[in-house]
């Protein structure tokens, strides 16, 4: 657009544009960028840019730019103090924009300073305006518009049009904010998950799986009792499936703190086996709003030996290779001999080792050891050598 549209009593259709554009920018991967090159063919501005900064000034969270290279922005600290409407924004009341061919109490003076020579027409500008939609805690969310010589100044009516816009721009920061701190905490918890050797799905508010990890994929896949469809959790039996969505969701509203933390524990009978254990247990990420809940389901198959990494044995205890496998051995219920016998080894030589185990371990007694390989992290972080 490269004319300036004329100001109306009643929200024009450019503006529903403009507006559709803001919102689709809250779960667009690259943010405001879109919005703010619509925002400035719409003004008819030479650049623009949204800027969210911390109060000390130096610290940048994001910044999304049109026409206008970070390069200059960098340079721009060094001017910082000399911007006059930039100090007029920051002491003037917030969710309003100014322009400094019309709000600053002598524009005439601009001209003159280090800032605007070197800054401002050195990049082919001559009026900006800007304003400071949104202040939360000590951060700054800023729009500011460039015009040339060529572009006519900004005028009254359009700096009321941009006011317009501001409860939007408000609702769509806080939105954007809100949306990355979910995404933040889900990728968070899911990268937590993954390293657990236990079978684990994380479910959202409407009883969905949204991530399950290696160990759950495994288990779904190496047996018929326990599926997926559609991101609900099915067991072969409807009777069980019920169960099961009545554990999950007793978990998420107590996530939501609409019941009593209880964790539900559901057991799926399988043939000529012991059953399964399923666990939901509530969960609060305290960064997303509790409405939102969600819950954790912990799979536990009674008949499946989740092996102890070695690698991890032998550097959380200072073992060696030969004692961390020997220890690992005796935790997964091998004997002395048994092991000697399989390495080709003298039973002095593991009884040495053992030795060698117990006093770096601290334990006097091989059920000490056991029971302490099976608290250690070894024990609950898969191990990719285990997974072969």
């Known amino acids: 657009m490269n004319d300036v549209q004329p100001l109306s009593t009643h929200v024009p259709l450019d503006d529903d544009r403009l507006i559709h554009h803001l919102y689709e920018a809250v779960i667009d991967a690259n943010g405001f960028q879109s919005f703010i090159d619509t925002f400035r063919a719409f003004f008819n501005l030479k650049s623009a840019g949204i ?17 206008l290279s970070e ?7 060094d001017y910082a103090g000399e911007d006059m409407l930039a100090r007029h924004i920051m002491t003037a009341p917030i969710a309003h924009f100014y322009a400094s061919n019309l709000d600053l109490p002598n524009p005439e003076r601009l001209p003159e300073t280090r800032f605007f020579r070197e800054w401002v027409a050195a990049q082919g500008m001559a009026c900006a ?33 941009a ?10 920061f806080q939105m954007r904010q809100r949306f990355g701190e979910q995404q933040n905490a889900v990728e968070l918890l899911s990268g937590g998950l993954a390293v657990l050797a236990m079978p684990t799905f994380l479910f959202n508010e409407h009883q969905q799986a949204i991530y ?32 099961l969505d009545l554990a999950i969701s007793n978990a998420v509203r107590a996530s939501q703190g609409n019941s009593a933390d209880l964790n ?23 960064t997303v709003q509790a409405t939102q809940g969600a819950a954790l389901l912990f799979a536990f198959d009674p008949e499946t030996h989740r092996g102890i990494a070695v690698e991890m044995v032998g550097q959380l205890f200072a073992l060696s290779e030969a004692e961390a496998e020997l220890a690992v051995a005796l935790c997964s219920g091998s004997t002395l001999a048994e092991t000697a016998d399989l390495r080709g080894t003298s039973i002095n030589t593991v009884k040495s ?36």
């Open 129 to 161: 305006a800007g304003g400071v939609v949104l202040q939360e805690g000590p951060w700054t969310t800023m729009l500011f518009l460039h015009r040339g010589p060529d572009h006519p100044p900004f005028s009254r009516e359009e700096m009321i049009r």
């Open 71 to 77: 390069e200059w922005m960098s340079r721009y600290v």
């Open 353 to 388: 080792q053992l030795k060698n185990i117990f006093l770096k371990t601290g334990t006097k007694r091989q059920s000490d050891l056991v029971s302490l390989l099976l608290a250690s992290p070894a024990y609950f972080v898969r191990s990719e050598s285990n997974l072969k």
């Open 163 to 172: 006011n317009r816009l501001v409860p939007h721009l408000q609702r769509a």
């Open 212 to 243: 399950y990890n290696r160990s759950a994929e495994q288990l779904l896949a190496n047996q018929n009792d326990l599926r997926l469809d559609g991101g609900r959790l099915l067991a072969r039996q409807r009777p069980l499936t019920h169960k």
């Open 51 to 67: 800027v969210i900064r911390h109060a000390d000034g130096h610290t940048v969270k994001n910044l999304w730019l049109s026409e």
């Open 264 to 286: 539900g524990l559901v057991l799926l009978p399988r043939a000529n086996r012991q059953p399964l254990m399923l666990l939901a247990s509530p969960l609060r990420m305290h």
